[in-house]
């Protein structure tokens, strides 16, 4: 059973470029989460999906931060417009339901020059 | 506001000793979990261990056990016998035992073996 899988593991885009990230979660698991590891900083939360539904969203900046599980497909984190500060490591993690174990990528490590 | 702190950015410990990761933490929530996470070069995050609040016996994994002080709001790590493979970024992290996808993270502490 493949883990979690992330990528790409490392991107590099200009300011304005526009970012995907995308995760795929493991067999089996249909809850989706994203956090943000600044440098130096543990993670952040920034949104739980559930296959085709944003459940939790109260992590994730108001504006160009955009999230989706659809029915087919990985999860993909959207980043518009990126901005130096949105440097970060972008980690997704999954989990078979709600409040048990869940299971983290390798992360993205998305670096804005 | 949640906040969890770890006071100790970095630790080092001879191979095969014992060493002890310290975390505080301050919650609202009347029932939450503890977590201890480990970061290796890797950087996926790799469970160690998990605490939930309402149980008064400490969790243990193997060489890994916590110290939980309830009343103090401490969590601490003690890892047994250290290898080198345990060397890594430990953190420290709470949450809400209805949401616990909503993870409160410390800064975490860098764990150095010495062969």
């Known amino acids: 059973n493949a883990g979690v899988m992330q990528n790409p593991r490392h991107l590099v885009r200009r300011r304005g470029q526009e970012a995907r990230l995308r995760c795929s979660p493991m067999k089996g698991h249909s809850h989706v989460y994203w956090y943000r590891q600044l440098p130096e900083e543990g993670l952040k939360f920034m949104v739980y999906?559930?296959?085709?539904?944003?459940?939790?969203e109260s992590g994730m900046p108001k504006e160009r931060f955009s999230a989706e599980f659809p029915k087919e497909g990985p999860s993909i984190l959207r980043i518009q417009q990126v901005v130096r500060g949105d440097s970060a490591a972008y980690f997704c993690?999954?989990?078979?339901?709600?409040?048990?174990?869940?299971?983290f990528g390798q992360g993205t490590r998305l670096t804005v020059v | 506001a949640q906040t969890v702190t770890q006071s100790q950015p970095e630790m080092s410990v001879q191979e095969a000793e014992t060493v002890t990761l310290s975390c505080t933490y301050d919650t609202s929530e009347s029932d939450y979990y503890l977590f201890w996470y480990k970061q290796p070069p890797s950087r996926q995050m790799i469970l160690v261990i998990r605490q939930e609040a309402y149980k008064q016996q400490n969790a243990t994994e193997n060489r890994f056990s916590v110290n939980f002080q309830k009343a103090a709001k401490s969590f601490s790590l003690k890892i047994s016998d250290s290898q080198l493979g345990d060397a890594a970024m430990y953190f420290c992290a709470s949450a809400p035992s209805d949401s616990n996808y909503q993870l409160i993270w410390g800064a975490g502490t860098k764990l150095i073996i010495k062969p």
């Open positions: 993690a999954s989990s078979p339901i709600l409040n048990t174990e869940a299971f």
């Open positions: 999906l559930q296959k085709e539904n944003i459940i939790d």
